[in-house]
């Protein structure tokens, strides 16, 4: 298991105390805590209810005592200025919804105050070794829970990325950014759009033929260019979009941003990837690049294993989408850890510790129950059992994706 960035070392569930005894009080096992008797018989005789995903994006399981943050700044590539940065275990990409949650108050007092000032922070994203990149998204907080209050809760989307403005000559311990985070100051990167590769040797002329002859004519332009057509052929956006859509489709997920960039974010943020991967992709300095660097990693996973030991744990066709915001969300526990979560419709080689919960459950309708790494006793994520019968999926687990790790090929004992 990866080392936990907030030092917190139960942080998989937040309601145990030290001795790692549960005390919420509601601890069930086979029967989900919250379903009584009553609303399960009457729940039977009901049609079967979907889950709807877009509850799972709003992030209802932090209370209705947040408020809408208005005013906020408007920041641009190039933009420098200084923010307060808090640690990740992982990249998070624009677009992406962030919570955080900070319980401890001289923490909350000190980042509020930030807040107030300039309404982002900055998620630092760590490199492969574990130590701070200096590369990050920079996140816009759009509710956050109103002033005098003990604990600070915040949602905000990430926007851009950025760096820091002078990288340190040693690289700074992630954990250094834990809690109430630090001031730095970081610069805003540009995102550089598609031009299409053939554009300095398109004829304009022919341009009312395109749509009846466009591999004729990609021909005919890349004979007079330097490199051969299947080269252009490889960075032509349309084909990109094409291939990245077919893939999408077999998770279910239609809805494929037509913008260039807003599409290298949303394959990065849904693709199962390895650290380094995602880093690269983070750092990656236009849409074209990240994309072609995402094609050639699109097909490598076959399964996601643990990441301590290797055992195979969720084969890649049945990972799902139970948020809006995708296959993949970040969800805060309540002891301020941020999750970056896959789900998957049956999991293997799992174990369960303790009994299930519906205490703070980012899926409301679901309880949720620690799941374990058969083999080597690892936290790899929870499973979640539906409270009403009807409800479907009735059962599904989230992975936390710096436990898993996707591995190149299918093994034969799944
Ligand atoms: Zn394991």
Redesign the pocket.
Known sequence: MEENVDGDNDHNDPNRDENGHNNTGDVLDERPSGMDDQETDNDDDGEEQPFDITLAATHSYMGPGLEAVRGREVVEAGWCGRVVVVAHHGAVFPGETVPLLLPRADHAVTLARALTERAMFGLLCPDELGFASGYGALCEVYEASAGGERSLSVKARAVHRFRFRHMPKQPYTLHRFTGEGVEMEVEVLPELGVCPPLQHARLQSLDPRRPQLPAELRRLEASVSPWPAFVYDMFDYTRMRQTIKEYFSTFRLEAVPSDPVALSFWVASNLQLQQRDRLALLLADGALQRLALELRLIHTSGVLC??????DIARREHVFAMSSDGLHSNYTNLGGFVHDVVTVSRAH?ISLEGGASHEYSWFPGYTWSIAL??????H?GWRFDAMKRRLRPQQFYGLCRNQVRPAPTDRSHL
Do not use: H
């Open positions: 643990c990441a301590s030991c290797l055992t080689n790494c058969r083999l080597c006793a690892a790899v």
